[in-house]
Nanobody
C-alpha cells in the first residue's frame, strides 16, 4: 500500500501562485507514475497533470497547460504541482494519485492510490 499526503493548498488571489506537494510513504515511489486531479462539488474529477516514473515525461490538461508544472523528486518520495497565474476557476480540491505503470495516464480509474486532497481557493 502507498499512502499519499498532499500539502500546500490555501487561499490565493487571482494571478498568484501556489506549490502543492504530495509525499509518498513507499520507498518504491519511483516505480509509480503520478498524477494530479482536481474536483469541485457537483462536478466530475478532472485530470490536471501527470508525470512518468523518472520525471522525464509530463502531460497537462489544456486548461492548465502553460500555467502549471508537475515535477517529482524520487529521492524525497515527493511529487509537486507548481501553479502559476491562478484563476478563480482553478478553485478545487486537488489530489495526487499513483499508478503502477510505465506510461502517462489521464483517467482517475487508472490510478491505484490516492491522497486525501488539499483545498485550493483562488479569489477574484
Amino acid at each position: 500500500q502507498v499512502q499519499l499526503v498532499e500539502s500546500g493548498g490555501g487561499l490565493v488571489q487571482a494571478g498568484g501562485s501556489l506549490r502543492l506537494s504530495c509525499a509518498a510513504s513507499r520507498r518504491t515511489f519511483s516505480t509509480y507514475g503520478m498524477g494530479w486531479f482536481r474536483q469541485v462539488p457537483g462536478k466530475e474529477r478532472e485530470f490536471v497533470a501527470a508525470i512518468s516514473l523518472s520525471g522525464g515525461t509530463t502531460y497537462y490538461a489544456d486548461s492548465v497547460k502553460g500555467r502549471f508544472t508537475i515535477s517529482r523528486d524520487n529521492a524525497k518520495n515527493t511529487v509537486y504541482l507548481q501553479m502559476n497565474s491562478l484563476k478563480p476557476e482553478d478553485t478545487a480540491v486537488y489530489a495526487c494519485a499513483a499508478q503502477p505503470g510505465g506510461y502517462l495516464r489521464t483517467t482517475p480509474a487508472a490510478y491505484r492510490y490516492w491522497g486525501q486532497g488539499t483545498q485550493v481557493t483562488v479569489s477574484s
